[in-house]
Nanobody, 124 residues
Framework: QVQLVQSGGGLVQAGDSLRLSCAAS???????MGWFRQAPGKEREFVAA????????YYADAVKGRFTISRDNAKNTVYLQMNSLKPEDTAVYYC??????????????????WGQGTQVTVSS
């Protein structure tokens, strides 16, 4: 079992920055961690991911160049640094962990543990 506890988020203005954190506990071995988001009335979508062993990162086109996923191995924590936020970034953000060796890291199906979600609201 893996437990994921998210922190960060909140209400900001367009152009501002926020950092989300996701602390993992429990089973120590994870193949990947990712961030997804769900806006009102929309399906959950991929934002960013990182494979744990080699640090390879993946980003959705909508956030590439603005968001950065990173990790602190000692703290078992993954971060999502969000810069130049836009109103369309408004959503509930979820972190996810995968203990599966294979899978499309951009797909929800690759992840078997999820955080509780945190609201990010960007005003124009």
């Amino acid at each position: 079992q893996v437990q994921l506890v998210q922190s960060g988020g909140g209400l900001v203005q367009a152009g501002d920055s926020l950092r989300l954190s996701c602390a993992a506990s429990g089973r120590s071995f994870r193949f990947a961690m990712g961030w997804f988001r769900q806006a009102p009335g929309k399906e959950r979508e991929f934002v960013a991911a990182m494979t744990w062993s080699d640090g390879i990162t993946y980003y959705a086109d909508a956030v590439k160049g603005r968001f950065t996923i990173s990790r602190d191995n000692a703290k078992n924590t993954v971060y999502l640094q969000m810069n130049s936020l836009k109103p369309e970034d408004t959503a509930v953000y979820y972190c996810a962990a995968s203990t599966r060796a294979y899978g499309n890291r951009r797909s929800e199906d690759a992840y078997n543990y999820w955080g509780q979600g945190t609201q990010v609201t960007v005003s124009s």
